[in-house]
């Protein structure tokens, strides 16, 4: 799991827990189904069984594999529109290509993350290169869909390519873990993207035997999710494995541990960190729209129909097949 490496000796430190600060307990654990998503890659279901209400602001979330393709295997989504929401796709391993029909495009890998504004429409597509495909190889990623509020969800489309080594990278106050930033503010040190509803997305690499306890906003909800390893996480440390997503409830910090033995495969604890601002406002959901009203889906769908949100360009991304 390369993402983007540092040696935690010369990074920033976070500051420790002050004085009346209170670990967020956790509230519910799940753990998320295998399914299928696009042309058919493997995915776990990372917040399934959990309410809209304990995601606000977020909408949906996927990882994508950890999978070891054969030659020819390799698949991603065909062209597909998008309205009310945005897409955030970060690739831990492997390579993903992107193309939109506002514009936007281009590749990702190994801890890069390409964030899609569809706001008012678009249409793109993510796909492995051609040499991939061809070639086979290791693929692991994250697709997260962030809601925008009501006042947003018409805002002009926007693209935004986020290289791995622009993530802010900082270390906890003893060097045992590694938090890569990708957007929004821990300990006063920021991710590279940019948002429209406020939130932090980081990723953690914990070593074995290693406490997290890091400052979080308090204005915001926190989600845990472990990409890989097993730990524990919360002030009474309630066990946590791959593919288990904790929901936690209000506090000044977050707080979790690696356990001193993991597996050969996995020689750290890996962690995806959400949390944001709630919107609180109504979802509505309808595929691959998210607005506030039934009505509204019902306008995302007959503009797509006709065209309004957006054509697929004449150069346009295909996925390549062997």
């Given amino acids: 799991m390369p993402a983007v490496t540092a040696d935690t000796v010369s990074l920033p430190r976070l500051a420790g827990p002050g004085l009346g600060d209170i670990p967020r307990p956790v509230r519910k654990i799940v753990t998320a189904p295998l399914g299928y998503e696009g042309e058919g890659f493997p995915v776990r279901r990372a917040f399934a069984g959990v309410s809209k209400a304990d995601l606000d602001p977020f909408v ?25 929401f945005e897409t955030v796709t970060y690739m831990i391993d492997g390579t993903f290509q992107h193309q939109d ?27 492995p290169p051609a040499a991939l495909v061809e070639s086979g190889g290791l693929f692991h990623g994250i697709q997260l869909w962030v809601n925008l509020p009501a006042k947003d969800k018409f805002t002009p489309p926007r693209y935004q390519n986020l290289e791995g080594g622009q993530a802010g990278l900082v270390s906890t106050a003893d060097g045992g873990a590694l938090l890569r930033i990708i957007a929004g503010e821990i300990g006063g040190h920021r991710g590279p993207g940019s ?24 204005e915001f909800n926190a989600l845990a999710y472990v990409l890989a390893g097993a730990g524990t996480i919360g002030p009474k440390d309630a066990p946590i494995e791959t593919g288990q997503l904790a929901v936690l409830g209000a506090g000044d910090r977050l707080v979790f541990a690696a356990s001193a033995h993991q597996d050969a495969h996995t020689p750290n604890l890996e962690v995806l960190l959400l949390g944001g601002q709630p ?3 109504p ?12 009505q509204e889906l019902e306008q995302a769908v007959e503009d797509f129909q006709k065209g309004k949100l957006g054509v697929i360009p004449a150069n346009a991304l295909m996925p390549h097949r062997v």
């Fill in 283 to 294: 979802v509505a959901q309808y595929g691959p729209f998210v607005m506030n009203t039934r």
């Fill in 279 to 281: 919107i609180r406002e």
């Fill in 195 to 218: 948002t429209h509803t406020p939130i932090t997305l980081a990723h953690v690499t914990v070593s074995p035997g290693a406490r997290v306890d890091i400052p979080w906003n308090t």
């Fill in 101 to 127: 029909s506002h514009g936007g495009g281009g590749i990702i890998t190994d801890g890069a993350t390409q964030w899609m504004t569809a706001g008012a429409g678009i249409l793109h597509i993510e796909t």
């Fill in 60 to 84: 949906h979330m996927d990882q994508m594999g950890e999978v070891e393709y054969a030659p020819g295997e390799p698949k991603g989504t065909p062209w597909h529109p998008h309205r009310g």
